[in-house]
């Protein structure tokens, strides 16, 4: 089976270490993302949970694969099937950061939707967060 993946781009006017941060600190991922038991050590094995629904346990698995603070992460993301999801942080000439996700591994063309659908509606409080921080 031919595998799909999602390539997503997002500008920041921010320092790329509260981004960095807010990808990384447990608590802060749990403001933008889900209740978590994250650290940014390779070999950590984590969860994201939520609250269960009809269709879904709440739950998301994972495994920490790549740590080069501020600048690359990655991280299994099992639901179901598993994915690899990769950040790669980089800092413009303006004052902003590009944040690139790319989630590999995905089923199908209609799974890739449904992962962008659950990034994008994430990302909705992330500028929060980073105000916050």
Do not use: C
């Amino acid at each position: 089976m031919k595998m799909a993946e999602l390539s997503l781009d997002f500008q920041f006017t921010s320092s790329i270490e509260k981004v960095w941060n807010a990808l990384t600190d447990s608590e802060t991922l749990a403001k933008w993302i889900m209740e978590n038991d994250f650290k940014p050590v390779v070999g950590h094995r984590f969860q994201f949970r939520t609250q269960p629904t009809e269709w879904w346990n709440g739950i998301i698995d994972g495994e920490v694969l790549i740590v080069e603070e501020p600048y690359k992460l990655s991280y299994t993301f099992a639901s179901g099937d598993e994915h690899t999801v990769t950040w790669t942080l980089k800092e413009l000439e303006d004052g902003k950061v590009n944040l690139h996700l790319e989630q590999t591994g995905i089923s199908s063309a209609q799974a890739v939707e449904g992962a962008r659908y659950g990034w994008l509606n994430w990302f909705n409080g992330f500028e929060k967060v980073l105000e916050e921080l």
